[in-house]
């Protein structure tokens, strides 16, 4: 039965990662503590409501107690702190807005797209409006804006208070480079579904490919998914960068030696469902094609990417 | 060779690991009761429950709860039910559930503690918690443990039902979210929780059968079913849980929207842990009450 053999294994990776994340960044927030607010000008008021004068401070020890044991998503994209603001109004209901300090603008892109379902809203440098709730990024900073009753008003005034935030943060950030390193539209990449992360729990939340961490995904390594549809069918890109060749080449080796061991010299495989598998490294880069439906095409894609990456490498 | 222990995209692509998880929750519940051994859970609604504007009626909440053990342990009465589950010297911690945007509600907790002490358990041995259950004296001691919280979807675990409930009893909840929270079930063999657990309760009166996102609350995606799914097998409980939540995927949007997971923890709770029946062809789902859009 698989699920006794797998989960010993699986279970020590996924706590040693968390408690690698844990202590890791607890010193950084202990200096960074505060801060949040110094570098924001933080709305007090916005159509009929008001602040009610309490933010509420998180950090990566005490984020679990606010997300209900959910707080990894947020730690796996180095999250350093929350700040939690409430605004009342007579006789309205609560508006609460949550703004997250993450590791980089790359990450607040990545926590922001990993759960992106809704129209684009206008706000910052990428939103989403539905269901009440108005989630952004800008700069390192990703918030969620939303109120707890409904209606035109509340809509109204969740998206001001959305657009006074975004004012309120001055620097903006980059998309992650990555990216632009994937074979564009022409090739049909859906766009409105890549994804930046650095977990292999979020990869595998988005595409699974395989419980334990055969990439050697982490913190100091970044990674994109692109899905491609080519005739009605769906491949997927993995795209990923590590901080050496060195670690790129030990990555590509778990891999192949847990996902195709029979391809260890062509790089390619057949899998069960008729579809093919390829991967080659660039570099400290690895690009992994999976579900191709011929073996060219799957090499098609590889060396558009390799052409991206020309004078990327190290 | 490839290495051992690895299960990758192409253990289920060959079927092995896929049937397993793809037929989670087995062909659906039996049409008649079959040799085999069942478990049993008691699905009880009632159309009052819930006001159009989302109040609770605590009196019907108490009358659907009495029903529903009632039935569940096939007792003449409420108090014969109770009696079978809890004695008077019993020290009980209620684990409910306090996430703001969607908690157990305090109809049910409140009808929980008029039971237990009905049964003649001190008031100061029973205590209702949820994130203190750790630190709280009462649950340090209890005897028993009743368990009761909603229905809704999870991040980490696909549903957030019975077995999830108790991640609070251990102090690193981020280290059981792994393969969709599939060691949860680890956790009901810690001391504290151990052999306790005598009812598993989901309140279904508004549950939420779709989300995204970490701890996104989303009122498109919660509805009025109106209903307590109610037994002693907390994977059994979850089982229909989960079924009834996938069902109202498939009512709502056409088809079965995929989760951030898939609930195999559940699963998992059965074959690794063996902490009851994921099958449901081996549940016995007793229907109570209002009918109309059951789904189960």
Not at chain 1, 78 to 106: C, D, H, N, Q
Not at chain 2, 25 to 30: I, L, T
Not at chain 2, 45 to 64: H, I
Request: hydrophobic letters at 40%.
């Amino acid at each position: 039965m698989y699920l006794n053999v797998s989960f010993k294994p699986a279970f020590t990776l996924i706590a040693g990662l968390s408690l690698m994340l844990f202590f890791s960044w607890g010193d950084t927030f202990a200096a960074e503590k505060d801060t949040m607010n110094a570098k924001l000008s933080l709305p007090s008021e916005t159509k009929g409501w008001t602040w009610d004068g309490k933010d509420e401070t998180f950090n990566n020890q005490t984020i679990f107690k606010y997300i209900d044991g959910a707080g990894e998503l947020y730690l796996a994209y180095g999250f350093r702190g929350l700040t939690v603001r409430r605004f009342e109004g007579p006789g309205k209901p609560l508006l609460v807005a949550e703004i997250y300090e993450m590791g980089s603008s790359e990450d607040a892109y990545g926590v922001f797209t990993f759960e992106r379902q809704e129209e684009e809203a206008d706000v910052g440098q990428g939103s989403e409006f539905g269901g009440g709730l108005l989630r952004f990024w800008k700069g390192v900073y990703f918030v969620s804006v939303y109120g707890e009753g409904e209606g035109a008003e509340m809509d109204s005034a969740v998206l001001e208070l959305g657009k006074r935030i975004a004012e309120s943060i001055k620097v903006p950030g980059s998309k992650p480079a990555l990216l632009g390193f994937l074979p564009d539209k022409t090739f049909g990449l859906d766009t409105a579904n890549m994804y930046f992360f650095r977990s292999h729990v979020l990869l595998n939340q988005r595409f699974f490919v395989a419980h334990q961490n055969i990439l050697q995904l982490g913190r100091d390594v970044e990674a994109v998914l692109g899905p491609y549809d080519r005739e009605g069918k769906r491949m997927h890109l993995v795209l990923v960068r590590y901080p050496s060749n060195k670690r790129a080449q030990d990555a590509f080796q778990t891999f192949v030696r847990a996902y195709m061991p029979e391809a260890a010299a062509s790089g390619s495989v057949k899998t069960e469902d008729g579809k093919w598998t390829r991967i080659r490294a660039y570099g400290e880069f690895l690009a992994i094609v999976f579900g191709a439906l011929t073996e060219a095409e799957a090499e098609k894609l590889l060396a558009v990417t390799g052409t991206n990456l020309k004078g990327k490498t190290r | 060779m490839k290495d051992h222990l690895v299960i990758t995209r192409r253990d289920f692509l060959r079927g092995a690991a896929g049937a397993l998880a793809g037929a989670a929750f087995g062909s659906g519940f039996p049409s008649t009761s079959g040799a085999q051994e069942k478990t049993r859970v008691v699905l009880i609604r009632n159309a009052d429950v819930v006001s159009a504007a989302g109040a609770v009626r605590a009196d019907v909440v108490q009358s659907m709860l009495d029903e529903a053990v009632k039935a569940l342990l096939g007792a003449s009465g409420s108090a014969d039910a109770w009696g079978k589950l809890f004695k008077k010297s019993d020290v009980v911690g209620v684990k409910s559930n306090s996430w703001n945007r969607m908690p157990t509600p305090k109809e049910l907790e409140n009808a929980i503690r008029r039971r237990l002490l009905d049964v003649g358990i001190d008031e100061k041995n029973i205590s209702i918690d949820d994130r203190g259950v750790l630190s709280n004296p009462v649950f340090a001691k209890s005897t028993a443990l009743v368990n009761a919280r909603p229905l809704r979807t999870h991040h980490w675990s696909g549903v957030g039902t019975c077995l999830k409930n108790y991640i609070m009893f251990v102090p690193d909840p981020w280290a059981y979210h792994d393969e969709g929270c599939s060691p949860l079930g680890k956790i009901w063999s810690l001391p504290m929780v151990k052999g306790k657990t005598r009812l598993n309760m989901l309140s279904a009166l508004t549950p939420q059968f779709w989300g995204r996102g970490a701890h996104f609350f989303d009122r498109r995606y919660v509805w009025q079913y109106k209903g307590l799914i109610v037994g002693t097998d907390p994977v059994s409980v979850d089982a229909v849980g989960a079924e009834l939540l996938k069902k109202k995927r498939i009512a709502f949007f056409g088809e079965d929207r995929a989760l951030d997971v898939a609930p195999i923890h559940i699963v998992a709770a059965d074959k690794t842990y063996h902490l009851g029946v994921s099958d449901l062809s081996r549940i016995e789902l007793i229907k109570l009450g209002w009918q109309d859009d059951v789904l189960l």
